[in-house]
């Protein structure tokens, strides 16, 4: 009986141990998956970018032109959502891209130029 106890302790050790190196397994190949990601990202977006401009598509410009009434009308907040609704990007490129625009703005109207 002393016998069963004991393979039992190691059957029950042995899964805890399997449980933990498929565990471990998975972490690293995620952690691939994610670093493969990371390389391609930037070449993906490169390669949209030069089809974009092949094709005389620039969303930045769009994007100039429809943020810019809301930063007429001193909506800020707005102008950065509608900029990231429009670009797809971040928030950080967002607010950089209307604060660009805003200080464009301020320049013509310093130049007496139309906005």
Request: charged fraction near 35%; aromatic fraction near 6%; hydrophobic fraction near 45%.
């Given at each position: 009986?002393e ?12 899964l ?23 390389l ?13 401009r ?17 930063l ?6 707005d102008a950065?959502?509608e ?14 891209a209307?604060?660009a625009?805003l200080?464009e ?11």
């Amino acid at each position: 009986m002393e016998f069963t106890e004991v393979r039992l302790i190691d059957v029950r050790t042995f899964l805890l141990l399997a449980l933990l190196l498929i565990q471990v397994l998975i972490f690293f190949s995620l952690k691939s998956v994610t670093r493969r990601t990371d390389l391609r990202l930037p070449r993906l977006e490169r390669k949209v970018d030069q089809v974009l401009r092949h094709l005389g598509v620039d969303f930045e410009d769009k994007a100039a032109e429809m943020v810019r009434p809301l930063l007429l009308a001193g909506k800020k907040i707005d102008a950065i959502k509608e900029y990231r609704r429009i670009t797809g990007g971040d928030l950080k490129d967002a607010k950089e891209a209307v604060d660009a625009i805003l200080l464009e703005m301020e320049q013509q109207r310093g130049k007496g130029e139309s906005i």
